[in-house]
């Protein structure tokens, strides 16, 4: 199967001198999803960062989508940016205009006709099944609501990679499942590359992923466990 | 460019009444600013050579029409004057046609030197049939002119042009923040993208030289009623002259807009240029939540 990611040899080092990655090897394929758990502070964001060519790590190499990220051209990195969808844990507040009027901004600045985007926002927002709250503003939304919504402004110009950071911090059970389940129809239907970091993932044994573990400053491939009954079952 | 316009479109959409209120501070402290500079350039120009001086001549009220002809053939005569002109004050042009003709209104007449100004408006006045004679533009204005001319004094005048200037920049600058930060989630959303960063700094460049053209056309509107005001209410500013000094002040101030316009488009694509990269955001985000769960 073909490789999405692959990240070979990584170092880093925080701005004071304390190890965050050592000699990280990390592969994502085509269609694949996976998770990367960890604590607070083990460099989970910061490695999205650099898959992304946001931030540059000291040493190793990071392939995405066939490109290296860390050599390319910057022109080059904003075209493979579109191919990427982000979800970060830290972002700007959206609050004046309504959900669909947001994804279709986002469409036409990327230019999209009027029509098109208009039609691509209430797709992209079925999808994410909140097509009947697309009139509404994002502080209108519950929690979950407003992180379905970011996906699905990460999802909208139909990317073939999605980087999700934390997106299940702070919700309750329900929304997690909510979240998941809503993520993993996407993945179904769209057949896109998913990458998600977490701080704890007692649900992936239900869900078709990989699952990662970033402690120490290296990745450890933790199969999923195999699904039961039980896991089905409410 | 057509992303970039609708990027600006829904920049200044996004603007809360807030920053509008701001937005009109600006535009009214650039206008002040331009009204000022145009001023001062106007007190340090100098008459250039060869032009000769200007003089302007308010005939009698009780002359004739026939009068008036024969003091326009009298000065035309003169060997120091090189033109002559018959200037109705705007004030008339609503009488009727006869009534118009025997209004007196003003003569504008160009010398060959400056430096026969004082003795030809001493002999002009010897003739008797002028109101007012002096050259354009209030005693006011020269009192400034030779305060800005003094080497003591300009070195005030200059700190303060800077002073002016440093705070119009602010001003501008502040309201370009100020509207960055109201666009905040949608410049964000655009990044992640992989917008470029210039196709995102253009839209703060133009409210930039928005900011600037809009105080010239504010600074332009406002001196031409200033001249409008004046010419309705000569009770109190009876010297019919201060048109002239207003017209070139407006025009001054309008050409400085256009500059400041250029210079305030520069502090937009600056101001966009100190965005914070999301990713750093959330990582410095991260780290904070890391010392609180301790």
């Known amino acids: ?234 | 460019m057509t992303k970039e316009l609708f990027i600006f479109k829904e920049l200044l959409r996004s603007l809360p009444a807030r920053t509008w209120v701001l937005a009109l501070v600006i535009v009214v402290a650039v206008a002040i600013f331009l009204g000022v500079v145009a001023l001062v350039s106007f007190l340090l120009q100098p008459v250039a050579p060869g032009m000769g001086a200007r003089l302007i001549a308010v005939p009698r009220d009780d002359l004739s029409q026939s009068d008036l002809s024969s003091l326009h053939e009298r000065l035309l005569s003169d060997p120091e004057v090189v033109h002559v002109r018959f200037v109705f004050s705007s004030t008339a042009t609503n009488r009727s046609t006869d009534e118009q003709q025997r209004t007196p209104s003003r003569f504008e007449i160009v010398l060959r030197s400056d430096a026969e100004l004082a003795s030809v408006s001493e002999r002009l006045r010897g003739w008797g049939a002028f109101r007012q004679v002096g050259p354009p533009g209030p005693d006011s204005l020269e009192t400034w002119r030779d305060w800005l001319q003094n080497p003591e004094t300009r070195w005030f005048a200059l700190a303060g042009f800077l002073l002016l200037l440093a705070m119009t920049l602010l001003v501008i600058y502040s309201g370009l923040i100020a509207s960055q930060r109201n666009f905040a989630g949608e410049l964000e959303l655009l990044e992640l993208s992989g917008v470029s960063p210039q196709t995102l700094r253009i839209p703060f460049v133009l409210l930039g030289a928005l900011y600037g053209l809009a105080g010239a056309l504010l600074v332009g509107y406002l001196l031409d009623g200033l001249r409008a005001l004046l010419e309705f209410s000569s009770l109190w500013l009876p010297e019919p002259w201060e048109r002239d000094v207003i017209d070139q002040l407006g025009v001054r101030g309008f050409l400085f807009g256009l500059a400041l316009s250029g210079v305030a488009g520069i502090l937009g694509w600056l101001s966009a240029q100190k965005y914070p990269s999301p990713f750093k955001r959330s990582r410095i985000s991260s780290s904070s939540a890391d010392v609180t769960e301790g």
């Open chain 1, 1 to 234: 199967m073909a490789i999405i990611i692959q990240i070979s040899e990584l170092e880093a080092v925080d701005p004071e001198g304390k190890r965050i990655f050592t000699d990280l090897h990390f592969r994502l394929h085509r269609g694949e999803w996976a998770c990367i758990t960890g604590p607070p502070g083990a460099g989970k964001t910061l490695l999205l960062g650099f898959i992304v060519g946001e931030l540059r790590p000291q040493r190793g190499q990071i392939l995405v989508d066939d490109r290296n990220v860390l050599r390319i051209h910057p022109a080059k990195l904003r075209q493979l940016r579109r191919r990427i969808g982000m979800f970060l844990e830290a972002m700007a507040p959206l609050e004046r205009s309504t959900l669909e009027e947001y994804v279709a901004f986002k469409l036409r600045a990327l230019d999209l006709s009027v029509e098109e985007a208009r039609t691509k926002a209430l797709d992209t927002l079925e999808l994410v099944e909140l097509i009947d709250q697309a009139k509404r503003h994002p502080p209108e939304l519950d929690a979950v609501g407003e992180r379905l919504f970011r996906l699905g402004l990460a999802l909208s110009h139909d990317p073939v990679l999605l980087l999700l950071d934390d997106p299940l911090r702070g919700l309750e059970p329900t929304g997690v499942e909510r979240l998941l389940t809503v993520l993993e129809q996407v993945h179904l239907r769209k057949r896109l590359s998913i990458l998600l970091t977490t701080r704890e993932a007692p649900w992936a044994g239900r869900f078709p992923l990989h699952l990662y573990a970033l402690e120490g400053g290296q990745l450890q491939d933790l199969h999923p466990t195999p699904i039961t009954e039980s896991d089905i079952s409410p």
